[in-house]
């Protein structure tokens, strides 16, 4: 099952208006991440936050976390036409032994944002 | 140019046929993944390797086969066993870290498999 839940599934906006998205998660996580799809295209990583993280900024975006709720929220701010893609968030938990861990994700179904001109 | 690649970005395939897809990176990560995603879905990890020569099952490894016999190489096979093979299939691969688990994964342009 997915790990990861967005809200709302599709978001439609002005440009310059802002933008937010949700993820809700089940199980407790090492970070939470934030990825980008263009249509037919594979995934761009936009921004990671730690778990012993709430916030985090990058350019017009924003990231908060909340353990104890187990969610996060992206704001795009300022949005632009080109902004207009999908969005996922993935969490990862960690796995390996003897103190190493590699990048296994797991996706939520994500947030279609368009964004008019 | 450093990257991960896939081919094709078009794939069309016959009911009872195997097909391999490939991946390739040159970004010298010890990990590597293949996900499966469907119209309007979110990725599903179908499998996964940490190292040459290992390969883990994801979420979805029914039909599917690997190998990582190379560093930079992680071919996906989808074999006939598969029933509903028709999907973006995207792989990507990650750095090794020493903790923290959940690495930044960088994907390649993904193939689109259809079944005739």
């Known amino acids: 099952s997915q790990q990861g839940e967005e809200d709302p599934q599709a978001l439609s906006i002005q440009e310059g208006e802002n933008a937010t998205m949700n993820c809700s998660y089940k199980?407790?996580?090492?970070?939470l991440q934030w990825y980008r799809q263009n249509s037919g295209r594979g995934l761009v990583h936009l921004i990671l936050?730690?778990?012993?993280?709430r916030e985090k900024h990058s350019g017009r975006l924003r990231v908060t976390l909340d353990t104890s709720k187990k969610s996060s929220s992206l704001l795009i701010t300022a949005s632009r036409a080109a902004d207009t893609a999908s969005y996922f968030c993935?969490?990862?938990?960690?796995f390996g032994a003897g103190g190493t861990s590699y990048g296994k994700l797991t996706f939520g179904q994500g947030t279609i944002l368009t964004v008019h001109p | 140019d450093g990257g991960i690649t896939q081919s094709p970005k078009y794939l069309f395939r016959k009911e009872g046929q195997n097909v391999t897809l490939s991946c390739e990176q040159n970004?010298?990560?010890?990990?590597m993944y293949w996900y499966r995603q469907d119209p309007g879905q979110g990725l599903r990890l179908i499998y996964y390797?940490?190292?040459?020569?290992?390969?883990q099952k994801g979420d979805i490894a029914e039909g599917y086969s690997v190998s990582r016999e190379k560093k930079e190489s992680f071919p996906l096979t989808v074999t006939s066993a598969q029933k509903n093979p028709t999907a973006f299939y995207l792989c990507?691969?990650?750095?090794?870290?020493?903790?923290?688990?959940?690495?930044?994964?960088?994907f390649g342009p993904g193939t689109r498999l259809t079944v005739l």
């Open positions: 970004l010298n990560h010890d990990a």
């Open positions: 936050i730690r778990s012993n993280e």
């Open positions: 390797s940490q190292i040459v020569n290992d390969f």
């Open positions: 199980t407790s996580i090492n970070n």
């Open positions: 990507a691969s990650s750095p090794r870290r020493l903790a923290g688990g959940g690495d930044t994964q960088y």
């Open positions: 993935a969490t990862g938990v960690g």
